[in-house]
């Protein structure tokens, strides 16, 4: 028992010598941060919620100094942030055929009437 | 990243089996994530479109899968397995957007030529039904026509509107003569002559009845547009009247050419040529 004992504690000494050679994420943080900012420059404000999660995650685990998982949380915002833009770009060009198709349709209605 | 989580793995492992392997729940967690952007990755990796819109992030996608199925063969690995997994399912999201982007991209550009089309047969249809009718195409047949002296109004189709030594309209005249016919629907009262004329090569009653053909063929479509025949006029005036010199090949085709004389509103031709 006593022997399990020092095995457990032995090997969370271990455990916590793993974590500290995880550096801070500070540049994937600056990515992350900036590909945020890049998409809502894009418009993508109402999609970017799940990245905006993510990255006060990484934020939080930064602070309490967990490494591994602002790293981890950062990484996910990064590609959050990503999907979001093409998200915007994807919802614009969906209204803008929207739009022609609806102008096609009364340029119809209105050729029609005056024949 | 390596000799850290190669360290954490073991170091996991060992934890687990001492504290008594909980961590079965979290094993099937990974592998569905897994499965699911396994999934997804083979759902888009040979879609020709999404290749072709975002190759980098299909290669992404398929990388960071790989990177998960490599790491789940490891017992502690949960964290990591999910991780790479919702790395490589949102780089598919990504791929799929981009392909969704490109091919509504594509339908705008379709839909704004049929958009300029429809604008243009609008503009068009509006000026036609106005009142202006008439107006805008006596404009329009006075900027085709010339002022002639002698005869009033005159209107050349030339040698560019028939094939050599036929007598044929060619399709390109239709604009022209379809302005004509229209023209002589807005304006009941006037009438037309139509003059053929040739070059001065060959035989000069062959040239003198080609010149006749073509006028004829030209009276001929307006008749079969709907034109009164009382109204038209038909002379061949062979290589008579010619309106350049005979001597180059340019001014040869110059000369052979029909020209539409236009009466006044009440219907006054002025004499015919002699």
């Given at each position: 028992m006593l022997v399990k004992q020092v095995f457990i504690l032995s090997s969370a000494v271990l455990w916590l010598a793993g974590c500290a050679t995880d550096p801070a994420p500070i540049e994937q943080?600056?990515?992350t941060e900036q590909a945020i900012e890049q998409a809502q420059t894009m418009g993508a404000d109402d999609f970017l919620q799940p990245a905006q999660i993510a990255l006060q995650?990484?934020?939080e685990a930064l602070a309490a100094e967990d490494y591994r998982a602002a790293r981890l949380y950062a990484e996910r915002a990064e590609l959050d942030a990503r999907l979001a833009e093409?998200?915007?770009?994807?919802?614009?060009k969906r209204n803008k055929v929207a739009e022609i198709t609806a102008q096609i349709q009364r340029l119809r209605l209105q050729l029609g009437e005056s024949q | 990243m390596s000799t850290c989580s190669v360290r954490r793995i073991i170091v996991t492992g060992a934890l687990l089996s001492v504290v008594g392997l909980t961590g079965c729940a979290h094993y099937t967690e990974a592998e569905?994530?897994?499965q699911q952007a396994d999934e997804l990755f083979n759902s888009i990796k040979d879609d020709s479109q999404v290749l072709a819109s975002a190759p980098k992030d299909v290669l992404r996608a398929g990388e960071s899968l790989q990177r998960a199925e490599q790491l789940s063969g490891y017992l502690g690995s949960t964290e990591d397995v999910q991780h790479f997994a919702y790395l490589s399912q949102q780089y598919a999201h990504i791929a799929q957007e981009r392909s969704q982007i490109a091919s509504y991209q594509q339908q705008i550009e379709q839909l704004r030529i049929q958009r300029e089309r429809l604008q243009l047969?609008?503009?068009?249809?509006r000026l036609m039904s106005v009142q202006q009718q008439g107006q805008w195409l006596e404009e329009q047949m006075?900027?085709?026509a010339t002022q002639d002296a002698e005869r009033g109004l005159v209107l050349t189709l030339n040698d560019m509107l028939f094939d050599s030594g036929r007598?044929?309209?060619k399709p390109a005249a239709n604009r022209t003569v379809l302005k004509l016919v229209q023209f002589l629907q807005m304006n009941g009262q006037r009438t037309v002559r139509i003059e053929g004329y040739s070059d001065s090569d060959g035989d000069v009653q062959e040239n003198l009845q080609l010149s006749k053909d073509r006028a004829q063929a030209v009276a001929d479509t307006l008749v079969d547009l709907g034109v009164d025949v009382k109204r038209l006029q038909v002379m061949g005036?062979?290589?008579?009247?010619?309106?350049?010199?005979?001597?180059t090949e340019r001014g040869r085709a110059q000369n052979r050419r029909v020209e539409i004389v236009f009466s006044d509103e009440v219907g006054r031709l002025a004499p015919e040529r002699e």
């Open positions: 943080l600056r990515i995650k990484a934020q093409v998200q915007a770009l994807s919802s614009m | 569905q994530a897994l047969a609008l503009r068009e249809a006075i900027s085709l007598a044929d309209l005036y062979g290589d008579a009247f010619p309106i350049a010199e005979n001597a």
